[in-house]
Antibody, heavy 118, light 107 residues
Framework: QVQLQQSGAELVKPGASVKMSCKAF????????IEWMKQNHGKSLEWIGN????????KYNEKFKGKAKLTVEKSSSTVYLELSRLTSDDSAVYYC???????????WGQGTLVTVSA | ETTVTQSPASLSVATGEKVTIRCITS??????MNWYQQKPGEPPKLLIS???TLRPGVPSRFSSSGYGTDFVFTIENTLSEDVADYYC?????????FGGGTKLEIK
């Protein structure tokens, strides 16, 4: 069945970068985009951007341009989210989800907790 | 950017009662609204996707309506297991945007 498996929690220092992964299982990887969301503790969700493995098309929320970078490793059906120049505002849970036209975001990863602390 | 205003922020109902959550969008999004349930420590779960489409396996006590800018999510005969946060998401235009969430508690 469809699954998205995310990498484990990260503790990183301010100013550093972090790269997390989202590995897809159970469907043809190039058929659907992978969406990324940020959720601050106890807060709502923000859409960061998406990556379509079919044509490498990438879209970012303007708010996250310069902060987030999406890349892919097609051989392992994995999309990566890299966050740079981390501050305490970047401490959050980051989710990937499978997108697609009229699909909602039906399948989600379990989330990656990023904690930025000295 | 389409702003999504969700209300109420929280509500408390008795089991068996009806729950109504509303999302209003700042632009016309046709029927491209989605509704999610999130329980503590879990990712959001898609309950209803675009076109007010109930997802497979989701109980029929969950429903939604709306088109354009005004959308309503309903839980009939609320159960204790429905305690969760609920979010709407517009997927009409990027950046996709979520409502602020509704915390549902049982009295």
């Amino acid at each position: 069945q469809v699954q998205l498996q995310q990498s484990g929690a990260e503790l990183v220092k301010p100013g550093a970068s972090v790269k997390m992964s989202c590995k897809a299982f159970g469907y043809t990887f190039t058929t659907y985009p992978i969406e990324w969301m940020k959720q601050n503790h106890g807060k709502s969700l923000e859409w960061i951007g998406n990556f379509h493995p079919y044509n490498d098309d990438t879209k970012y929320n303007e708010k996250f341009k310069g902060k987030a970078k999406l890349t892919v490793e097609k051989s392992s059906s994995t999309v990566y989210l890299e966050l740079s120049r981390l501050t305490s505002d970047d401490s959050a849970v980051y989710y990937c989800a499978r997108g697609g036209l009229r699909q909602g975001f039906a399948y989600w990863g379990q989330g990656t907790l990023v904690t930025v602390s000295a | 950017e389409t702003t999504v205003t969700q209300s109420p922020a929280s509500l408390s109902v008795a089991t068996g009662e009806k729950v109504t959550i509303r999302c209003i969008t700042s632009t016309d999004i046709d029927d491209d609204m989605n509704w999610y349930q999130q329980k503590p420590g879990e990712p959001p779960k898609l309950l209803i996707s675009e076109g007010n489409t109930l997802r497979p396996g989701v109980p029929s006590r969950f429903s939604s309506s709306g088109y354009g800018t005004d959308f309503v999510f309903t839980i009939e005969n609320t159960l204790s297991e429905d305690v969760a946060d609920y979010y709407c998401l517009q997927s009409d235009n990027m950046p996709y945007t979520f409502g602020g969430g509704t915390k549902l508690e049982i009295k």
